[in-house]
């Protein structure tokens, strides 16, 4: 009943730029967190970046400084500016959002991902 949809991946050279969109549809009252996180293979799925509906964002420590998450008051869509990107952020990228449907039940959705390559 929520769909998240992630869009924007490619291949990209080293030193490069991408910017990735996630949009949440379905019967949703209000989303309070949209997330990114990245798989590559053979490593566990790992946090990006995390915004909630307040002031409160994190971000992994290999990324701070080089990738910026944005969304506005709906949080829906949410992006993820990378910048700088390096051999190592290439990975399968996921959009999560959490947040609460109509009559007050709870949604933690993840989209189906999103290839990011990077490399020369």
């Known amino acids: 009943q929520v769909q998240v949809v992630e869009s924007g991946g490619g291949l990209v050279q080293p030193g490069g730029s991408l910017t990735l969109s996630c949009e949440v549809s379905?019967?949703?009252?209000?989303?309070?967190?949209m997330g990114w996180y990245r798989q590559a293979p053979g490593k566990p799925r790992e946090m990006v970046a995390v915004?909630?509906?307040?002031?409160?964002?994190d971000y992994a420590d290999s990324v701070k400084g080089r990738f910026t998450i944005s969304r506005d008051n709906t949080m829906n869509p949410a992006y993820l500016q990378m910048n700088s990107l390096k051999s190592e952020d290439t990975a399968v990228y996921y959009c999560?959002?959490?947040?609460?449907?109509?009559?007050?039940?709870?949604?933690?959705?993840w989209g189906q991902g999103t290839q990011v390559t990077v490399s020369s």
């Open positions: 379905g019967s949703i009252y209000n989303i309070v967190a």
């Open positions: 915004a909630s509906n307040g002031a409160n964002i």
């Open positions: 999560n959002a959490r947040g609460y449907m109509n009559f007050k039940r709870s949604f933690d959705s």
